[in-house]
């Protein structure tokens, strides 16, 4: 197979006519800063970052690169923990931090198109103006590229499905600069292959995506949270099981192992019951039936009186593990006996 080619001095000329002279860095701090994601993983700097702000851009870098046989590594967060933003042959690193805005909210629609920069978390600050949310969300702040390239999912996966069911339409750079456009806004589309579906999680090997057009959901205001910690991973799996088997709908579910909790209690000092622990949200229009929801839910695992804990930081004590994680893998915790105990109560948003 014929070796990628290097970053040379006419290279960096090429690409700053480009995306003009700050769009582009050699510099040590800028490539190490792109070296690596949040895993466990080897740094690899890229030989040079490029920050490009129109799909155009991205195309005509990627027609030098495929011409000059440089590789090209997409780069939206670097919130990943498999290394797949991980620069590892070197070359362009192509990083979306300035393609990173909402193009259009199709409100009525339930839509919004955005280009790849955007981070989940920013974009559903701007779209609860308008009441409604993008509604996969991986703990981090991911961008929308990154999340739709990894298939993200998450906590509200349960209810929503993962990126890949909620993105209608894409336009992207393939790797000799084509630009494309694959699905559609209409929400039926059946007619030809399904190219949509074949980029969404390809992790960027078979294009760029350059802009996304993504499905929203109305806020529902009323929320209700359940944690509960087991004796065993069997009993939160049955659980799981018991609230989904009795009609009960949650809206955001994660389940956290015991080794976990004691690196979240060690790290940010929350003090939860060391064991494997559930946590289920239930988002409803009224108060009642958020409430009803977790009473339903605290009685199906057979569990105390629910007491009330604060609904917003049990997903905040999830981004917690982010700076908790250790700095190798956690060894896999022994699942023993049976039981339950659980917390509820209901926040307006
Ligand atoms: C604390 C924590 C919790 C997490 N929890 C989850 C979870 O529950 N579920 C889950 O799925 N993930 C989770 N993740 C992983 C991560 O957040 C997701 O994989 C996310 O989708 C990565 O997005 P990013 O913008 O950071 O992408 P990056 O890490 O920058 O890149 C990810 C991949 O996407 C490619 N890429 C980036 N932008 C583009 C683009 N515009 N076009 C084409 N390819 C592109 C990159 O080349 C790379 O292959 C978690 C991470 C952390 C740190």
């Not at 499905?215 to 009323?222: A, D, N, V």
Request: glycine fraction near 10%; hydrophobic fraction near 45%.
């Amino acid at each position: 197979m014929q070796a990628y080619g290097p970053v040379t001095a006419a290279t960096l000329g090429r690409l700053a006519e480009i995306v003009g002279a700050d769009g582009l860095s050699a510099s040590e701090a800028d490539r190490s800063l792109h070296a690596r994601d949040q895993g466990f993983y080897a740094a690899h700097p890229p030989e040079v970052v490029v920050w490009p702000t129109s799909a155009e851009q991205v195309s005509a870098v990627m027609q030098l690169a495929s011409r000059e046989r440089i590789p090209v590594t997409p780069w939206g967060a670097g919130t990943s923990i498999e290394a797949n933003p991980i620069p590892l042959h070197g070359g362009i690193l192509l990083s979306f931090e300035r393609m990173a805005a909402i193009v259009a909210v199709h409100a009525d629609d339930f839509q919004v198109t955005v280009q790849p920069g955007i981070g989940h978390r920013d974009l559903n600050a701007e779209l609860a103006r308008h009441g409604l949310f993008f509604a996969p969300d991986p703990g981090a702040n991911a961008s929308i590229g990154g999340m739709l390239a990894n298939n993200a999912a998450g906590i509200r996966t349960v209810r929503y499905g993962a990126a890949r069911d909620n993105v209608l339409r894409m336009q992207v750079v393939l790797a000799d600069g084509r630009i494309i456009q694959v699905g559609s806004r209409s929400v039926k589309q059946s007619s030809g292959y399904d190219l949509l579906h074949l980029f969404v999680g390809s992790e960027g090997t078979l294009g760029i995506i350059t802009e996304a057009t993504l499905r929203l959901y109305p806020i529902l205001e009323h929320i209700s949270a359940v944690v509960a910690t087991f004796t065993a991973v069997e009993a939160a799996v049955e659980a799981v099981v018991a609230v989904r088997g009795g009609g009960l709908d949650p809206s955001a579910l994660e389940f956290v192992d015991a080794a976990s909790i004691e690196l979240l209690n060690r790290n940010a000092q929350l003090g939860l019951p060391v064991g494997p622990t559930l946590f289920l949200e239930f988002q409803s229009a009224t108060a009642q039936a958020a409430a009803r929801s977790a009473r339903r839910c605290s009685s199906s695992f057979r569990a105390p009186r629910p007491r009330p804990p604060r609904r917003a930081s049990g997903w905040r004590r999830r981004s917690a593990a982010s700076s908790a994680r250790p700095a190798s893998p956690p060894p896999p915790t022994p699942a023993s006996g049976a039981g339950c105990g659980t917390r509820a109560t209901r926040r307006t948003r």
